[in-house]
């Protein structure tokens, strides 16, 4: 195995980089975890190279990764938006923050764009996780037992609508529809959050779906949408019929527990079709 | 005095519907209000001559009003969306409802639009109440000590912006805006609950702004953004420094305290201009 060929994977919460790290070894490449302190699940990917570094330790992350011949990276797993006063950046750090600069504020496009760029001039290729996961960024059409009926449908592509509005201005990549309805948009507090309220948002009839995709021209080597069996259980609990997302582009953490789940809580789990997506 | 001189009001929750009865009183009409059941403050319009009823008895309601020859109605005070299932409506309510159809879920414009349709149907004149409190509805600029920074001045613009794009949808009037970034952005859980969540969103560096503003072609007459002390209070106790309203059509409760609080808080209060208004 040549040097250069290790590739780097930046690790936030959650069970996406010990996949990710299990998928590049399956390819016969080598892998070093960098695990983000108070973040990173080290039970998870204790097995692989790694060393837990804090975020903004920049300068100590940049060295490790060279010391490891990483010139390929990841970035996965979430990080919650550090508050920037928290962050104690190291000397290198600092001189990244400020190469960030103003982007920091810009929208969270703004700011994962200029880590990217800032990594690229730092000579390191990023890749997007599902280059590695592709079998788990969902398909088309249902995948357990339960499909959208004609209201439902018409829940998707109005919240199709809505996520396609809001992606202009830089905001979330997640809504909740119910019988035509807008319940919930996500901003920053994230999925999960904005499912939480739904409960109580709920209205008579048939329950409501979540819609989640990725903006537009949203660079998915540094956020992609994400869903796992946490997702179909909120949804469940607080009155979804259905969690809808754009194959190819989601990463679907332990699909077959989603699919189990969904259909122990009657819920459908739905990937979007070519026809869902064509601008009206 | 004449019959058909006698204003009817739709008391919901709050201070509002006593204001309206103050000023209706002060212009030599009379007045009648429906207090909503479980809705209206009883402490506030127990001086002016009224009726508790529930929302959903409708044909009670209708009787009412005309045997208290009120013609003209004024719909005011907020009333959270029922569950359609614990209506009980009466016979006449049930009549109506189905009149109502399928606006009932066609999101707030939609039931709201068919509501004051049907109250014209039956031979009444739905004024908003902004045209009783007409001083209640503040002016353009800085209303206490402090006024928007630079900074704040560019999160107004973009709150505007964003407020437009989610009004073409049917969604919100408000959302808060906080160095660039959109922290959130209302949808049925409405403002107190929005702002509820900003405290953990907010980042660090100078507050976030509440920006809300009426949809284009919204009706006033069934639903006003109103702002009072509690959301002054609401907004500098999750880490805002600003709030933002269109004068004229938003009704502020107790303007006199909004403006003590937003000095106390080191909060602006401040009025849209038509130059913020400006499509760019």
Same mark, same amino acid.
């Given at each position: ?95 990244? @923050?400020? /190469?960030? *600069?103003?982007?920091?504020? %810009? !929208?969270?496009? &703004?700011? +994962?764009?200029? $880590? ?78 904005? @499912?939480? /309220?739904? *409960?109580?948002?709920?209205? %008579? !009839?048939?329950? &409501?779906? +979540?819609?989640? $995709? ?67």
């Amino acid at each position: 195995m040549t040097a250069g060929k290790c590739v780097g994977i930046l690790a936030g919460a959650g069970p996406l980089p010990a996949q990710v790290a299990a998928a590049v070894t399956a390819q016969g490449k080598k892998v070093f975890i960098i695990a983000f302190r108070d973040y990173a699940d080290l039970s998870l990917i204790q097995s692989y190279p790694h060393q837990v570094i804090r975020l903004a330790a920049v300068g100590e992350i940049l060295k490790t990764l060279r010391e490891n011949q990483c010139q390929e990276l990841v970035l996965i797993g979430p990080v919650s938006r550090p508050a920037w006063r928290d962050l104690r950046p190291d000397g290198e750090g600092a001189r990244i @923050l400020a /190469r960030l *600069g103003r982007a920091i504020f %810009a !929208g969270d496009d &703004g700011l +994962l764009g200029a $880590i990217l760029r800032v990594l690229g001039e730092e000579g390191f290729v990023v890749r997007g996780a599902h280059e590695y996961l592709n079998h788990a960024t969902g398909r088309s059409g249902a995948l357990g037992r339960f499909s959208p009926d004609e209201q439902a449908k018409q829940d998707i592509l109005r919240g199709v609508d809505v996520l396609r509005a809001m992606a202009q201005l830089d905001i979330g990549q997640a809504c909740v529809v119910q019988s035509g309805l807008v319940l919930a948009v996500e901003a920053m507090e994230g999925t999960d959050a904005m @499912l939480g /309220r739904c *409960g109580k948002l709920m209205q %008579a !009839g048939s329950g &409501g779906v +979540l819609i989640k $995709i990725p903006k537009k021209g949203q660079d998915l080597r540094a956020d992609m949408p994400t869903i796992g069996p946490e997702t179909v259980e909120n949804a469940a609990r607080n009155g979804l019929r259905g969690v809808v997302f754009q194959p190819g582009v989601t990463l679907i953490t332990d699909l077959e527990r989603c699919v189990a789940l969904a259909d122990r809580y009657n819920l459908f789990l739905y990937g979007l079709t070519t026809e869902d997506l064509k601008e009206k």
